[in-house]
């Protein structure tokens, strides 16, 4: 496919609006709907080691954020959940049994963070069924020089749509570059009740 200025223009649109849908989708997965943390599944929070540790969370991280935070609005400096490196799984308990339909990733803002922004992640969740099974809803990368907050589809996969989930497990595999923590500032799940 020869790419044109008009190809060009209408991926730059339809950007826009996906990045927009993932804003406009309900909630599923705010505490304020009903999910919750699962402790089980989610890496422990940052905790500073060491002096200069303490310098930075202080910094940046002033309020302490639980995990609870990713699942509430909010993406001012610091107002997320941080856990230690780049590697980590922040489990969620949905209200009720959904189809999986997308996620979305919000990063703040401030354009002197990026480093502790997530990078490339896995949604999985857990089929419920007779035999319950773990399925690999979607892969992303959040584009950390993108708009701050992005939509990632369960699209071109009708099998994974339709799979009835109710607790799912993000995966972030890794940040852009910030060795110390990651920061999630703020995850939605969407998707239609089952
Ligand atoms: C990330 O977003 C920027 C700004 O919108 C864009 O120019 C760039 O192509 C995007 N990168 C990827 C890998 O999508």
Redesign the pocket.
Known sequence: MSITLGTVKFLAIF?ASFEAVGAELPDLSSITAGASVLPAFTSPTYSPRARWDVALWTRLLSKARSPATALSPGIEPGDCWPFAGSYGTLGIQMPSTIHVSGITVAHTEVSSLPSTAPRNFVLWGLEQAENPAVVRLLEG?Y?????HTQFFGVDGDVGRCAVKIDQVVLEIESNWGFKELTCLYHVRVHGQAV
Request: hydrophobic share 15%.
């Open positions: 950007n990368q584009n950390v020089t993108g708009s």
